[in-house]
Antibody
């Protein structure tokens, strides 16, 4: 059974960098049949997919246009985890942040089958 | 980006009722559609992938159908634990997008 354990601060000041990590158990961050995703949820934006990283003989990352340029999603194979770094945060980035696994399925695409518990991040001075 | 539109945004129903939620995609997504259930304070849970494939452990009263742009999630006989918010998502075309959610409330 795959489990994702999130960690990171709940309060970040405006203009600072948000850093979250997601430790994977029951799978490998280097799996060639998975992607490792960050999603956030807020009343104003609903569920918003932010970005992902994955390994397919090399490492790749993709980002939503709304956060591109501010977001980095990276894997750490030594600790079997992946991370989110979001720079220059504003109060509009206040949300619950989730990590999730996308499981490759030829018929289904990459549905998000395992999720972390979520971290409420508040951006405020 | 592919827009996902759910209807209704909320629905009230009673235990034992049959409920159908609709999701429409702004372009053809074939059967690349997932449904999630979310209860307050918890992460979304994957119920259905590939439009109609029930995830392991999900009760058979849940079913999904559709292809192309129009999809439905049906709960055949509502149980108390089914009252939650339901989201559709297209998990194949980048960037992945979610519907706005349908809140299923007790009548």
């Amino acid at each position: 059974q795959v489990q994702l354990q999130q960690s990171g601060p709940g309060l970040v000041k405006p203009s600072q960098t948000l850093s979250l990590t997601c430790v994977i158990s029951g799978d490998s961050v280097s799996s060639t049949s998975a992607t490792w995703n960050w999603i956030r949820q807020s009343p104003s934006r609903g569920l918003e997919w932010l970005g992902r990283t994955y390994y397919r003989s090399d490492w790749f990352s993709d980002y939503a246009v709304s956060v591109e340029g501010r977001l980095t999603v990276k894997a750490d194979t030594s600790t079997n985890q992946f991370s989110l770094l979001m720079t220059s945060v504003t109060p509009d980035d206040t949300a619950v942040y989730y990590c999730a696994r996308g499981a490759l399925n030829i018929r289904a695409g990459l549905p998000l089958d395992f999720w972390g518990r979520g971290t409420l991040v508040t951006v405020s001075s | 980006d592919i827009q996902m539109t759910q209807s209704p945004s909320s629905v009230s129903a009673s235990v034992g009722d049959r409920v159908t939620i609709t999701c429409r995609a702004s372009q053809n997504i074939y059967t690349w559609l997932a449904w999630y259930q979310q209860k307050p304070g918890t992460a979304p849970k994957l119920l259905i992938s590939a439009a109609s494939d029930l995830q392991s452990g999900v009760p058979s009263r849940f079913s999904g159908s559709g292809s192309g742009t129009d999809f439905t999630l049906t709960i055949s006989s509502l149980q108390p634990e089914d009252f939650a918010t339901y989201y559709c998502q297209q998990p194949n075309r980048f960037p992945y997008t979610f519907g706005q959610g349908t809140k299923l409330e007790i009548k």
